[in-house]
């Protein structure tokens, strides 16, 4: 079963159920911690109702090991789309359940040793442990590389 699947079955299909977003997302607004840490990520995020206390936790935990400061930029989290080359297959951002991060210095296809070979700043290890260790699975993990992409896992 793929994870679109299992997705499906917890919280509908995001194209078809008319309610999915009214009982699936939510709008929250950044704390201020948060907001004055990392100013990229703007005021407010449109997610899963689930993915909200994880991030903000997994965010927090960045700010405290200094590691936030590696954020540049933020595409968001909300985007019914199949996965990019495999059709008929939603991402997990159709749920709102994953975060696309700096996605100039960790294009997709491009492992974190070709990034910097290019002169790009992908995430280190030690960000992206910060993720995993919070039950997200990371795009660098991928076997097709996609390091701008974290998706909940924990509890789904």
């Given at each position: 079963m793929t994870?679109s699947?299992?997705?499906?079955?917890?919280?509908?299909d995001?194209?078809?159920?008319?309610?999915?977003?009214?009982?699936?997302?939510?709008?929250?607004?950044?704390?201020?911690?948060?907001?004055?840490?990392?100013?990229c990520?703007?005021?407010?995020?449109?997610?899963?109702?689930?993915?909200?206390?994880?991030y903000?936790?997994?965010l927090?935990?960045l700010?405290?090991?200094?590691?936030?400061?590696?954020i540049?930029?933020n595409?968001?989290?909300?985007?019914?789309r199949?996965?990019?080359?495999v059709?008929?297959?939603?991402s997990?951002?159709?749920?709102?359940?994953?975060?696309?991060?700096?996605?100039a210095?960790?294009?997709l296809?491009?492992?974190?040793?070709?990034?910097?070979?290019?002169?790009?700043?992908?995430?280190?290890e030690?960000?992206?442990q910060v993720w995993?260790?919070?039950?997200?699975?990371?795009?660098?993990?991928?076997?097709?590389?996609d390091g701008?992409h974290?998706?909940?896992s924990?509890?789904?």
């Open positions: 994870t699947d299992k997705l499906r079955l917890k919280y509908g995001p194209k078809t159920d008319k309610s999915f977003e009214k009982r699936c997302l939510a709008l929250y607004v950044y704390p201020d911690d948060v907001r004055q840490a990392i100013p990520l703007g005021k407010s995020i449109y997610c899963n109702k689930d993915l909200w206390p994880v903000l936790k997994t927090r935990d700010i405290a090991k200094g590691l936030h400061e590696e540049h930029s595409d968001e989290c909300f985007c019914i199949d996965i990019r080359g059709p008929g297959q939603l997990t951002h159709s749920w709102a359940l994953a975060i696309d991060l700096n996605p210095d960790n294009p296809g491009v492992t974190r040793e070709q990034a910097i070979a290019r002169g790009l700043k992908p995430f280190t030690k960000f992206i995993r260790d919070n039950g997200w699975r990371c795009g660098f993990d991928f076997k097709r590389c701008m974290y998706e909940l924990k509890g789904l």
